[in-house]
């Protein structure tokens, strides 16, 4: 038969496992608990929100960033980051577009190429990887801190893109390429699909393959990942191959989007990339940690932060503002976070 003494014992007992309780939830379920209550607030906000119209150019806006927040999301897994992707976007876009202008037009310009869609599209693609792969080569080889290497990529990749087209947009695109950015497959945007495809895959491949697995133990202890036998140079190349692929085809669909290539198309885009990162559970202070379902509900919430503070009319220097204090907020509760369970 139990006392007083013992029941009183047992109710802090009790309060701390629901408290520990409390907090395993959130640390796992916390970000989608806040999309949620996001959700409610723009609803009440304006009506308008809820309208299948409006969630759907939600999710087609936020697709670009969402492209290029799957690779940085492994880039910040393996401990490093990428500030290039949004060069990467405009220099892709360019080159793209250039390959799938109209005959006419192409051939004023780019000596009259006439080349199928698909080609344009390993054309992005392609770019991507090659820029992603210089990144990777002076992170991995020549020991430059992340953070200074695609800083000066950044700047070099713009140039670059302004260069190929010496400032001017390269419009009058053809319907299959604008297809990509403006088409309907099954009455759902191309570039919703694409982003859904591209999350699968990078999901499975962070997940569920050698390369996933090497790249969170490279970010969660690189010292240890290298006396175990992986090749830490070899696969932090691959990953910002990888998230340059990325950032490409977010070029690709973005040129496709609005029907011209431009070279400072991405502008800002690496950091609304790393903020959806970084709000969906990835951490800059420490590696290892990250998740692709947490970084799309990340993409999202941007998304509907940048949607209803359209509808209801909020300037757009405002908007940079309350994104920026976001971001802010969620490095200083990730610091927090892991100073705790130390």
């Not at 150019?57 to 897994?77: E, F, K, Y």
């Not at 950044?154 to 009058?172: C, E, F």
Request: hydrophobic letters at 50%; a positive charge; aromatic letters at 8%.
């Amino acid at each position: 038969m139990a006392t007083p003494a013992t029941t009183a014992a047992a109710q802090p007992a009790k309060q701390r496992q629901s408290g520990g309780l409390f907090k395993t939830i959130f640390r796992k379920y916390g970000i989608f608990l806040v999309f949620i209550a996001m959700l409610i607030v723009a609803s009440i906000l304006s009506p308008a929100f809820l309208s299948p119209t409006n969630l759907i150019n939600v999710v087609r806006q936020m697709s670009v960033v969402g492209l290029i927040a799957l690779g940085v999301t492994g880039v910040i897994v393996s401990a490093g980051i990428d500030l290039s992707s949004g060069s990467v976007v405009g220099l892709s876009a360019v080159v793209a577009a250039s390959l799938a202008q109209l005959p006419d037009y192409a051939a004023a310009y780019y000596k009259g190429l006439n080349l199928p869609v698909f080609a344009a599209v390993l054309a992005a693609c392609a770019v991507g990887a090659l820029v992603g792969l210089l990144n990777g080569s002076l992170v991995a080889k020549t020991r430059i801190p992340p953070f200074i290497a695609t800083l000066g990529t950044l700047t070099t990749i713009r140039g670059l893109a302004y260069l190929y087209t010496s400032g001017r947009p390269v419009s009058d695109l053809t319907d299959d390429y604008n297809f990509i950015g403006q088409g309907d497959f099954l009455g759902i945007p191309v570039p919703i699909l694409i982003l859904v495809i591209m999350a699968i895959i990078t999901h499975v491949l962070y997940s569920q393959t050698k390369f996933g697995k090497y790249i969170y133990a490279i970010g969660g202890n690189e010292q240890a990942a290298r006396v175990s036998g992986i090749n830490v140079s070899k696969y932090k190349m691959l990953m910002y191959v990888y998230a340059g692929l990325l950032s490409g085809l977010a070029g690709l669909v973005v040129s496709a989007r609005i029907g011209s290539g431009q070279s400072g198309q991405g502008v800002g885009y690496e950091l609304d990339a790393i903020a959806a990162a970084v709000i969906g559970g990835a951490s800059l202070s420490a590696g290892g940690i990250g998740t692709v379902a947490g970084t799309i509900v990340g993409a999202l919430i941007i998304g509907v932060l940048n949607n209803i503070l359209d509808l209801t009319n909020v300037s757009a220097y405002w908007q940079q503002i309350v994104k920026g204090c976001i971001i802010v907020g969620a490095v200083i509760i990730d610091q927090l976070k892991h100073h705790g369970s130390k």
